[in-house]
Structure formats: structure tokens, C-alpha cells
């Protein structure tokens, strides 16, 4: 067996909203995860659609008040829900070999604003519930 092509943290694109608006500017880290559901019952239903799971976009980025900054977009939009594509290759069209993943968020509480002194620049972090399991798009 041939060694698998890896993914490096060198061409990511990640685009959020309606429009799509490319925030990997201003993201120093992202990943979709599968998390335990909180919910204390699993119905037939929920089952059908992979048992108590629940997803979660989570993102490191820089703060900038810039009215098209990433920041900005999570302050002004909290508490709605955006859909997202990530695209951990950095292609612009999705292909059996380098998939997207798409689905939707719902932004939660507004980001925080600050840190410490010094020349480093200041990060937030956001954990967004997405609603579903995000798709994989392969063509």
C-alpha cells in the first residue's frame, strides 16, 4: 500500500455565510467534531441520523473590529444560523480526492475581545453546534 496523501495546514479555505465570504485570512485554526449529544434520550429518529451525536465547527482567529473582518461577522451574527463550506485542500471545486465539507451553524455567543499586552496578536475562539453531520462533497 502506497502512503496516503496528507493534509497540510497550508491551503485551507473555509467560507461562512450568505453570501459565502472566504474568512481563512483571519483563522489560524479550525475543525469539525463529533461530540457525545447532550440529550439524556436517543430516539428512533435521532438514531437514523447517527444517535446522539452532535457536531461542532470549532475556529481559532484573529480580533479585528474591520467592518468584513471574521470577528465582526461572528459579533454582529450571533445567535443565527450560516451555512459553511470547509475546504481542507484549499480547492475551489470539490473532487473524490480532496472533498469539501458543507453544512450549517448556528453562531453562538458573541466573541470575546482582548488579551494580553505585548506585540502578539489577540485570538478569540468560537464552538458553533452544527445542525446535522456536515456533508462531504466529493464532485
Known sequence: MA???????TKLALKVGTPPVDVWADVT????????????T???EDASKGGGVDWLLKITAIQSTDATSFWMMAWSKSGT???FTLA?????TPTAAQPHFTGTVTIG???KLGGDAGQ???????EWKCTGQ????SA
Do not use: C, L, Q, W
Open 81 to 83: 444560523d450560516v451555512p
Open 42 to 44: 436517543t430516539t428512533f
Open 88 to 92: 481542507p485542500h484549499g480547492n475551489t
Open 120 to 126: 502578539g496578536a489577540f485570538t478569540f475562539d468560537v
Open 29 to 40: 485554526s479550525y475543525s469539525i467534531e463529533p461530540k457525545e449529544a447532550d440529550s439524556d
Open 109 to 111: 455567543m458573541k466573541p
Open 134 to 137: 456536515p456533508a462531504m462533497i
Open 3 to 9: 502512503g496516503s496523501t496528507r493534509i497540510r495546514g
